[in-house]
């Protein structure tokens, strides 16, 4: 089983800032990473896969990078429709496995 | 584009059994990797079983074995989830996804509350 440290687990964060969100692995994952955002009452959505490719639709100021055991989302100018908890997910092997969630509040 | 439409909310006493279906549009089931993704009130997504395609077989997560049985009928592209033996930690909304991979399509989820 692979296990996944996300951190930190909430960020207080205001309109306009940088944030990164960390995802380590307890071994090499080459670049199988994902990460969803995820809204109060609804589905995850897919933003990033392949460690840093952006999901269709997904603007711009987010961003990922990493690859084997350290994985880093970043939005890089905070909006308010992004005020969310984020998760990372590996598939390189099974089972899969999800990071235990970062929430994004507002400060 | 795949749409994933689920059943609706149920609620269960202990020890009784769970079915979930999910509903696909836009592809067939037999072009999908199905898997299932469960989320107890306020904590973090836990997967619980899907479809490998490069060995053909449905891969369930050890804690759930014995418990969930995972199946298609492809002739209605309707996919299931059954999980028996309910308990109250049971409770959850459980998501059926696509696996592109990752997990590009979810459905729009289905409560499952156990309580006697």
């Known amino acids: 089983v692979i296990w996944m440290t996300q951190s930190p687990s909430l960020l207080s964060a205001s309109t306009g800032d940088r944030v990164t969100i960390s995802c380590r692995m307890s071994?090499?994952?080459?670049?199988?990473l994902a990460w969803y955002q995820q809204k109060p009452g609804k589905a995850p959505e897919l933003l990033i896969y392949a460690a840093s490719t952006l999901q269709s639709g997904v603007p711009s100021r987010f961003s990922g990078s990493g690859s084997g055991t350290d994985f880093t989302l970043t939005i890089s100018c905070l909006q308010s429709e992004d005020f969310a908890t984020y998760y990372c997910q590996q598939y390189y092997s099974f089972p899969r496995t999800f990071g235990q969630g970062t929430k994004v509040e507002i400060k | 584009q795949v749409q994933l439409v689920q059943s609706g909310a149920e609620v269960k006493k202990p020890g009784a059994s769970v079915k979930v279906s999910c509903k696909v549009s836009?592809?067939?089931?037999?072009?999908?990797?199905m898997h299932w993704v469960r989320q107890a009130p306020g904590k973090g997504l836990e997967w619980m079983g899907g479809?490998?395609?490069?060995?053909?077989?449905?891969i369930y997560a050890q804690k759930f074995q014995g418990r969930v049985t995972m199946t298609e009928d492809t002739s209605t592209d309707t996919a299931y989830m059954e999980l028996s033996s309910l308990r109250s930690e049971d409770t959850a909304v459980y998501y059926c996804?696509?696996?592109?991979?990752?997990?590009?399509?979810w459905g729009q989820g289905t409560l499952v509350t156990v309580s006697s």
């Open positions: 996804a696509t696996e592109g991979p990752p997990f590009d399509y």
């Open positions: 071994q090499g994952i080459s670049s199988y």
């Open positions: 479809f490998d395609p490069e060995d053909g077989e449905t």
């Open positions: 836009g592809y067939t089931l037999t072009e999908l990797s």
